[in-house]
Nanobody, 122 residues
Framework: VQLVESGGGLVQAGGSLRLSCAAS????????MGWFRQAPGKEREFVAA???????YYADSVKGRLTISKDNGKNTVYPQMNSLKVGGAAVYFC?????????????????WGQGAQVSVSS
């Protein structure tokens, strides 16, 4: 599975941003897809995941501000991020794997994209 993130950039605090993660190489619809982020000087942390049934799972820190969705026809998963905060800069990574969303949150996944930088200005 190859994963390519796009859509990162600079956004003002309080604004919104939607990233994309395009998958290729295997049967996208049967994989759990997700998003992690890593802020400067911090460990990579789980953000959200969406299973092959389209069930979703979120970190408490993003509930109400981030929505994960996918388009099986385009083999793409999206996080729609709203109300971004100053200091919320991070590299967002897209993982994929034959695992549950809860397991992905705990231990990650087999496949990872290269990451997309998101910066938030005041």
């Amino acid at each position: 599975v190859q994963l390519v993130e796009s859509g990162g950039g600079l956004v003002q605090a309080g604004g919104s941003l939607r990233l994309s993660c395009a998958a290729s190489g295997r049967t996208f619809s049967t994989y759990t897809m997700g998003w992690f982020r890593q802020a400067p000087g911090k460990e990579r942390e789980f953000v959200a995941a969406i299973g092959w049934t389209s069930s979703t799972y979120y970190a408490d820190s993003v509930k109400g501000r981030l929505t994960i969705s996918k388009d099986n026809g385009k083999n793409t998963v999206y996080p729609q991020m709203n109300s971004l905060k100053v200091g919320g800069a991070a590299v967002y990574f897209c993982p994929a794997g034959r695992t549950s969303s809860q397991a992905m949150a705990a231990i990650g996944a087999e496949y990872w994209g290269q990451g997309a930088q998101v910066s938030v200005s005041s």
